[in-house]
């Protein structure tokens, strides 16, 4: 069964960094492109970056640019989001998710269980 | 950026019910359309790709339909595990935008 297990959530103070990851089991990681959503308290989902198989592609919301940074080890089968200079209105739940590459667009069929970022003095 | 917009935002209904949720575009996405499922504590989960293709394992009583600027999810007979809200996403083009989302609540 496809496993992602996203950790490194926590309080971090306003302008401070967090680096989350997803670890990912039984698929071929390499294959497959991956995102961060993330979801604010009561809110709605918003997505937040996207990377492709080879790392070769990033793509971010404007809200994150500059700030976040997507990554990927393929050899490790994992996900990386670096976060800097995080602002209070980051606060959010942050999920990471699948691409199953369809050729219909980028959705996401596998979900984490999510890693709650909370940026607060 | 693509808008989505989604109709209602919340709805009461009952067991058996037929439920309707609307998501409009602001530009066309061809049947570039997702659908999603969320229930509270809990990741989302895709019910619909490609605007009207059911994900594997989603009950038949889901199904998706439109293109271009609007698109319906139905669920044609509500069952209690079907209580949660609901968002649509345009997977077509960067930044990928999700529909505000629809909670379906017990009447």
């Known amino acids: 069964e496809v496993q992602l297990v996203e950790s490194g959530g926590g309080l971090v103070q306003p302008g401070g960094s967090l680096r989350l990851s997803c670890a990912a089991s039984e698929f071929t990681f390499s294959a497959y492109g991956m995102t961060w959503v993330r979801q604010a308290p009561g809110k709605g989902l918003e997505w937040v970056a996207y990377?492709?198989?080879?790392?070769?592609?990033?793509y971010y919301v404007d809200s994150v640019k500059g700030r976040f940074t997507i990554s990927r080890d393929n050899a490790k089968n994992s996900l990386y989001l670096q976060m800097d200079s995080l602002r209070a209105e980051d606060t959010a739940v942050y999920y990471c998710a699948r691409d199953p590459i369809r050729g219909d667009g980028y959705n996401f069929d596998h979900w984490g269980q999510g890693t709650l970022v909370t940026v607060s003095s | 950026d693509i808008q989505m917009t989604q109709s209602p935002s919340s709805v009461s209904a009952s067991v058996g019910d037929r439920v309707t949720i609307t998501c409009r575009a602001s530009?066309?996405?061809?049947?570039?359309l997702d659908w999603y499922q969320q229930k509270p504590g809990k990741a989302p989960k895709l019910l619909i790709y490609?605007?009207?293709s059911l994900q594997s394992g989603v009950p038949s009583r889901f199904s998706g339909s439109g293109s271009g600027t609007d698109f319906t999810l139905t669920i044609s007979s509500l069952q209690p595990e079907d209580f949660a809200t609901y968002y649509c996403?345009?997977?077509?083009?960067?930044?990928?935008?999700f529909g505000g989302g629809t909670k379906v609540e017990i009447k």
């Open positions: 990377i492709k198989q080879d790392g070769s592609e990033k």
């Open positions: 530009q066309g996405i061809r049947s570039r």
């Open positions: 490609g605007a009207t």
């Open positions: 996403q345009q997977p077509n083009t960067f930044p990928l935008t």
